[in-house]
């Protein structure tokens, strides 16, 4: 196990300790009855939140997990998996993860609490025999816990929550015109929403996405929804509106089951009364 080091049962020391990288919704709590005397729980993933991730860039993420055991620990892991607990392909592959575990005693256990930030890196060779993320990977993973203690007996546990993965999406190309124009005309905002491609590390045009078109007046902080529409073959998007007063448009996807939220840039108009 990378990362693997001797863990030193003192009270409030930082551990050196090898974790894998885990990610999603929730808060799991360990299921069935803990083996060896140790169990895991307050696993939090992703501060609640999906994980988004695109075609090259390193993503981070961060987990926290609470570990107790009877008996001072050799080396402890949570980490996301599809297929079964002990065969299974672990999405932490692709990961790399920093050490910063606390340790406390009480009560006759030992306390390891975790918060820790990992890196996964969408084109890892460790990952689906060196093809990186695929996209059937953009679904719900399972959550499986290991503990092992120092001098022997261990614990595999699969906990009781998932990690939503989702494809990253991005809106491209926006663009109102004209600029300036004059109260009353019509202003075409045009734009191209992508998605990422895992199987080949690229981005293609997201057809069929319902998209909002959205407003902010000059002078406001906040959007607003004005309308909402389809996109195209190839991820187009094109809409007209009506001319009434200076502002910035913009368009937004909230995502769905397998594709993360996207928000363009604002585009400024300028109305001529």
Request: proline residues 4%; neutral net charge.
């Amino acid at each position: 196990m990378k990362g693997k080091r001797p863990v030193q049962a003192a009270a409030a020391a930082t551990l050196g300790c090898a974790l894998t990288v885990v990610w999603g919704p929730g808060t799991a709590q360990a299921t069935g009855t803990p083996e060896n005397g140790i169990s895991f729980y307050n696993v939090v993933f992703n501060d609640g939140e999906p994980v988004v991730i695109g075609t090259t860039n390193t993503v981070q993420i961060p987990v926290t997990f609470t570990v107790k055991s009877t008996a001072p620990l050799d080396w402890f892991r949570v980490w996301a998996y599809k297929g079964t607990l002990t065969n299974g392909d672990a999405l932490n592959d692709a990961s790399e993860w920093n050490e910063d575990c606390r340790e406390s005693k009480a009560g006759g256990f030992y306390f390891y609490d975790c918060d820790r930030v990992h890196d996964i890196d969408p084109r890892s060779e460790r990952l689906n025999g060196g093809k990186g993320l695929i996209n059937a990977d953009a679904t719900s993973w399972k959550v499986g816990a290991t503990g092992v203690r120092l001098g022997g007996g261990f614990d595999d546990d699969h906990l009781s929550t998932t990690v939503q993965v989702k494809r990253y999406d991005r809106i491209r190309d926006m663009n109102a015109s004209p600029e300036p124009v004059t109260a009353g005309k019509a202003i075409t905002v045009k734009g191209t929403i992508q998605r990422a491609n895992w199987d080949t590390n690229h981005y293609d045009g997201y057809s069929g996405r319902r998209v909002s078109l959205q407003f902010k007046p000059a002078g406001s902080s906040s959007y607003s929804t004005v309308k909402k529409v389809y996109s195209g073959t190839g991820g187009t998007l094109s809409t007209t509106v009506t001319a009434t007063q200076d502002g910035a448009w913009r368009w937004k996807y909230y995502g769905n089951s397998t594709s993360g939220p996207a928000t363009s840039h604002g585009d400024y108009v300028d109305v001529v009364q």
